[in-house]
Nanobody, 115 residues
């Protein structure tokens, strides 16, 4: 079992920045990949960015350049730095772990960008 908790969401003005944190605990040695997803109002959940098991960072094409992901040395905490935010970035942001035992999701953190 892997437990994920996101934090760092909130209300920000357009053009501003936020950094989200995903803290993983439990069976973290079994994690193969970590990623960020988001669900905008009225839309389906979509992939934002993530790390492969080999540590490569990948990004959704339209977000690359504004969003940056990073991890701590232990690999159990992942960050999502979001810059130049627009109202289109308003969403619930989720952390997902793909582990040898299955797929795990955090409860999400709300990001609201005011225009």
């Amino acid at each position: 079992q892997v437990q994920l908790v996101e934090s760092g969401g909130g209300l920000v003005q357009a053009g501003g920045s936020l950094r989200l944190t995903c803290a993983a605990s439990g069976g973290t040695s079994g994690i193969l990949g970590l990623g960020w997803y988001r669900q905008r109002p009225g839309e389906e959940r979509e992939w934002v960015a993530g790390f492969t098991r080999h540590g490569q960072a990948n990004y959704e094409a339209t977000l690359k350049g504004r969003f940056t992901i990073s991890r701590d040395n232990a690999g159990n905490t992942m960050y999502l730095q979001m810059n130049s935010l627009t109202s289109e970035d308003t969403a619930i942001y989720f952390c997902r772990a793909d582990a040898i035992w299955g797929v795990y999701w955090g409860p999400g953190t709300q990001v609201t960008v005011s225009s």
